[in-house]
């Protein structure tokens, strides 16, 4: 039994299913070039996650000063 199962990826352009390990940028098949996300999402993410919790951080400011 392998300790790691390979996941399996399909292309959205010719429908077929190769083993993804990880770092694969390019269909192996027809060559449709995978999107990569971009480190900015991220860092977006983060932020709004802040805004959205700042009237929580206020709140408990005042209750606690």
Known sequence: MPSTM???RECPSCALEF???GNVKECPYCG???PQ???SIGW???LLVLLL???AIK???YLLG
């Open 53 to 55: 919790l700042w009237p």
């Open 44 to 46: 977006i993410a983060w």
């Open 59 to 61: 709140g408990l400011m």
């Open 19 to 21: 083993e993804d390990t």
């Open 37 to 39: 996300q971009r480190d």
């Open 6 to 8: 390979a996941s399996v």
């Open 32 to 34: 449709y070039e995978f």
